[in-house]
């Protein structure tokens, strides 16, 4: 009897199936840009560009998986990160502009947005996705009342953090005149490979992850079984904003300038993202290693028209479709669950995010 | 009876008109002549005009909004995009018909519209057959639209120079006012008298309350869902159309953008919910002039163009603090209290 119990198979959850479909998904579009296009895909540098180009789309996909697993939406990200840019700009050209003030500054923002939304959307009940309008107006008017005109930072201490680039030795490629050139890799990269792993921990083992999911799930019932809603909401807001804020010192730590049209159109990408990794608007359904696999995919993308030399347009065309395939393949597989025509079981050695029972 | 309807709907309306009225006294403490008009080559222009001028395509957009809104309890996020696919497909029809006639730009209006159905067809096959949430759903062609349009374009922003399209979107001969304000206001009657004679509205309020009741009930909830957003799809092709008539060139990245937000915003200030249900056309169409005659306003007290975004966002904030149900359960519990009961209760006494 016993032994039964042993060997009884875990199955999936919508969050780690959707997961696995769009880790595949990536894995066999990146095999397929390395057959394609071997000369630029294979070297190690533009991958982990991928990453350091991008890594405050990575952030605020992060951000904003949180806040769609705790069943909200927050569309004022993008725009939060561009203020935070811009000020942070103003900051480092002022006199006592330091990288220490810069920092604080930008978490202040972030921070400052996510209480005021998570205050207006928890506590008194409105619509998150008006709120959220209304911060992302707020951050734009914001951003160009500061300043019009894109600033370059020619803070000495903070050039000197912008160039600065992690080199790992053993990894790297030879050129073509056969000289080996390490891997280089920029701060922004490391900043959002720390941040995943903490939230994946945070989302997976903490109290409050684990409130949210279930919060995200039907509140109703978390209500009833005692967990805080409004507080839990409330959190995840603030964790959004201040991830916006940490995007947002990312971002100018890349680009090194100050402008207007920074991040703008981000909280859309983002969303994008957020759904390509898995994670669903209604709630509760989400796996945050699938943020940055969503991310990747969509650039993975772009790149890969880039290489391929097409009118540029069709990068649009080909995200958009790739979003109606993973749309209409979540929805298809989710459908398929619920009537429970379909399962897929996992040998037990692979479900390493959940050990299976033993009674 | 009657007079209780009245009352029950003049109470979803409270919030825009009292909102719009409190626009007007600004703006008439700025300058007593808010209200005057001046005649202009035969037409009339002045601060109200030219408010009910800017806003036609937003108030045409809000009213299909209101629709989608209502039945499938989610916004469609792709309007200002598809109302630029649509305009381009108009543009391209009548560039290429040699002589611009008033049977061409009618053939072309009728086939933009066809592809608005379509485009509303795409949106509403997510959200009805796939039940995906509307705004995800609408993701795809907000991605994707620009850059169709533009590849629909050919070029960049091709011009419209013609006597007939420019008396569209400008003044027609012997007509005091501006032909938007005249196409919005038939738009509107056609919406009225189309929402008085059919069941729709009640059928996408009960999809909207409850599928699921409403599907027991013998109403087919996928055709409601398709209907709103193919109906939505008209509403884009007419924006489009007065919108590219208005300009005079069909400039795909920039036409109509960031209008959904605006129209999001008119279906939530005019009194409805985000969150599907009872909904109300008047109080969408008066918030979609309450948000123009805003910015507007904003305008006119010499606020700065920079900073009239951060106004407007406040202004939003606040307006949705004082209709937010605790906000207005906290009040009325404190009435309660003081002994001056609601103004229901009031009412009541009175009767």
């Known amino acids: ?17 959707l997961f696995i479909i769009a880790s595949v998904i990536f894995v066999l579009m990146y095999a397929f840009a390395l057959i394609r296009y071997p000369g630029s895909f294979q070297q190690f540098q533009t991958f982990f560009d991928l990453f350091s180009l991008n890594a405050p789309l990575i952030i605020l996909t992060l951000g904003i998986s ?12 993008g725009a939060v990160t561009g203020l935070v840019t811009m000020s942070c700009a103003m900051l480092l050209q002022s006199n006592g502009g330091s990288i220490v003030g810069a920092m604080l500054l930008a978490l202040g ?7 005021l939304q998570g205050f207006l959307v928890s ?23 500061i300043h019009k005109d894109p600033i370059n930072v020619t803070n000495e201490s903070f050039v000197a953090l912008r160039d600065f680039d992690v080199v790992i030795p053993f990894l790297g490629n030879h050129n ?38 279930a919060v995200g799930g039907n509140s109703q019932s978390a209500l009833m079984l005692g967990i805080n809603v409004k507080k839990t909401k409330f959190c995840s807001y603030l964790l959004c904003g201040a991830l916006s804020g940490i995007a947002g010192f990312v971002y100018i730590m890349t680009t090194g300038a100050g402008n207007v049209g920074n991040a703008s159109g981000f909280e859309m990408k983002a969303i994008a993202s957020s759904i390509i990794g898995g994670t669903m608007l209604t709630g509760g359904v989400g796996n945050l290693f699938g943020s940055p696999i969503g991310t990747l995919t969509l650039l993975t993308i772009n790149e890969l028209i880039r290489a391929a030399g097409v009118n540029s347009n069709f990068q649009a065309i080909v995200s958009g479709l790739l979003l109606y395939l993973f749309i209409v393949l979540q929805s298809v597989v989710v459908w398929l669950r619920g009537n429970g025509k379909f399962t897929i079981m996992l040998p037990s050695w692979m479900t390493f995010w959940k050990q299976s029972s033993q009674a | ?23 007007i006294v600004v703006n008439l403490i700025k300058g007593a002549d808010y209200f005057s008009v001046t005649m202009i080559n035969g037409a009339l222009y002045g601060n109200i005009p030219n408010m009910l001028f800017g806003a036609s395509e937003l108030v045409i957009l809000s009213i299909g909004m209101t629709l989608v809104t209502a039945s499938s309890r989610g916004q469609d996020i792709s309007v200002g995009v598809a109302a630029a696919i649509t305009s381009a497909v108009f543009v391209q029809i009548l560039m290429n018909s040699g002589e611009i006639t008033w049977l061409t730009i009618l053939v072309a209006f009728l086939a933009s519209c066809v592809v608005g159905i ?61 032909t938007p304000i005249i196409l919005t206001a038939i738009f509107i009657v056609i919406v009225a008298v189309f929402l008085k004679v059919t069941n729709l509205r009640l059928y996408a309020e009960t999809v909207g309350i409850n599928a699921k009741a409403a599907r027991l009930n013998g109403i087919n909830p996928t055709k409601i869902l398709f209907m709103t957003y193919m109906l939505l799809g008209i509403c884009c092709a007419v924006a489009g159309f007065i919108a590219v008539t208005k ?105």
């Open chain 1, 109 to 115: 923002i972030g921070i400052a947005f996510g209480l």
């Open chain 2, 1 to 23: 009876m009657i007079m209780g309807k009245l009352k029950e709907k003049l109470s979803h309306l409270i919030l825009p008109l009292s909102v719009l009225a409190i626009l």
């Open chain 2, 118 to 178: 379509l485009i509303g067809a795409f949106n509403g096959s997510l959200v009805a057959v796939f039940k995906v949430q509307p705004m995800v759903a609408t993701l795809i062609l907000f991605t994707a639209g620009r850059s169709i349009s533009f590849m629909i374009d050919g070029k960049l922003s091709p011009v419209l120079a013609n006597e007939l399209t420019s008396q569209i979107g400008g003044v027609m001969p012997g007509l005091p006012i501006q």
């Open chain 2, 247 to 351: 300009s005079g060139r069909h400039d795909s990245v920039n036409i109509l953008k960031y209008i959904e937000m605006d129209a999001i915003l008119a279906v939530a200030i005019g009194g409805n919910s985000l969150g599907g249900g009872k909904f109300s056309i008047t109080g969408s169409i008066i918030g979609a002039y309450t948000i123009e005659m805003l910015s507007r306003t904003l305008l006119r007290l010499e606020v700065n163009p920079e900073t009239i975004k951060a106004f407007k966002a406040i202004f939003i904030i606040i307006l949705m603090v004082v209709s937010s149900p605790v906000v207005r359960g906290y009040l009325a519990t404190a009435k309660k209290r003081i002994g001056v009961g609601t103004v229901g209760d009031l009412a009541k006494k009175e009767a």
């Open chain 1, 66 to 77: 949180i806040v769609m697993i705790g069943g909200g939406i927050d569309i004022s990200v």
């Open chain 1, 176 to 213: 073509r005149l056969g000289n080996f050139i390490p891997l280089e890799i920029k701060l922004g990269t490391i900043v959002a490979m720390v941040l995943i792993v903490l939230l994946v921990i945070v989302m997976k083992w903490t109290r409050f992850g684990r409130n949210l999911y």
């Open chain 1, 1 to 17: 009897m016993s032994s039964i119990v042993k060997t009884r198979k875990e199955s999936l959850s919508n969050s780690n199936l």
């Open chain 1, 123 to 145: 506590y008194l009940e409105i619509q998150p996705f008006i709120i959220t309008l209304a911060g992302m107006f707020l951050a734009n008017g914001l951003m160009t009342t």
